[in-house]
């Protein structure tokens, strides 16, 4: 069913969502005390200053920077997107947990994020391969589905 490396990548997809909720948490606790769009912009430049250390430190092997900006031109703008996605998702989060609370927040980024994501599989969008939807992934939303609404009840 599934390869050891197929398995590896589903344990670091589970850790970056389970980082997403610890960060979302981080987030909300900043926007707190310094306000949501100081923590948001504050969280996005450390950000990138960490992915500039990784850039230049740990880069292992792949291009070098000249060649890295020669690529530049070639990706589809709306690839670029990414960076101000990005400080919409710490933003959303950041306001949401502090109403919601971290299991019911990530409950809805969860089911949402999943439905997204299986659209971009079905129609193929943003260059992806077309991978069909079918009943057996209609079986596991609905699965999901099930058990948000007893997680969410009181």
Same mark, same amino acid.
């Given at each position: ?65 000249? *060649? ?60 992806? *391969? ?25």
């Amino acid at each position: 069913m599934f390869s050891g490396g197929k398995i590896l990548f589903l344990l670091i997809a589970g850790l970056a969502g389970a980082l997403m909720a610890v960060q979302g948490t981080f987030n909300a606790q900043a926007g707190k005390i310094v306000g949501l769009i100081p923590a948001t912009f504050i969280v996005n430049l450390l950000g990138s200053v960490a992915a500039g250390l990784l850039l230049f430190f740990i880069n292992p092997g792949v291009a070098g920077l000249d *060649e890295i900006m020669q690529k530049i031109p070639s990706v589809p703008l709306y690839a670029w997107l990414g960076g101000p996605i990005g400080v919409a998702i710490i933003y959303g989060v950041a306001v949401s947990i502090p109403r919601l609370g971290v299991g019911v927040a990530t409950t809805g980024i969860i089911t949402l994020q999943l439905l997204a994501a299986y659209a971009i599989d079905h129609f193929g969008l943003f260059g992806r *391969e077309h991978l069909p939807f079918n009943w057996v992934k209609l079986m596991g939303i609905l699965l999901l589905a099930a058990g948000s609404y007893l997680l969410l009840k009181r």
